[in-house]
């Protein structure tokens, strides 16, 4: 009877060894996912950063065309009724 015990506590051990030795790889599985998804979101938020800053650039650009345009379109128009 005690080596049958024995026995199952040298299986139950070994059992247990292995399944923490999976639990640990899918750990590090996991951290390593982690890592990689946390690098992706900076990358991410950086990029964002920077097209923010470039369509605010770009808005900025628009406004100054759009008053040269329309302090060039009421030149025209004085310059128009000054001919006429």
Not at 46 to 64: F, H, P, Y
């Amino acid at each position: 009877m005690k080596q049958g015990v024995g026995a199952d506590l040298a299986r139950n051990r070994q059992d247990v060894t292995q399944v923490v030795t999976r639990l640990e790889r899918v750990e590090l599985s996991l951290e390593r996912y982690l890592g990689a998804a946390v690098e992706q979101r900076v990358a991410a938020e950086r990029w964002q950063s920077r097209m923010d800053a470039t369509i605010e650039n770009v808005a900025v650009r628009l406004g100054r065309i759009e008053n040269l345009v329309t302090r060039l379109s009421l030149m025209e128009h004085a310059e128009a009724r000054e001919a006429a």
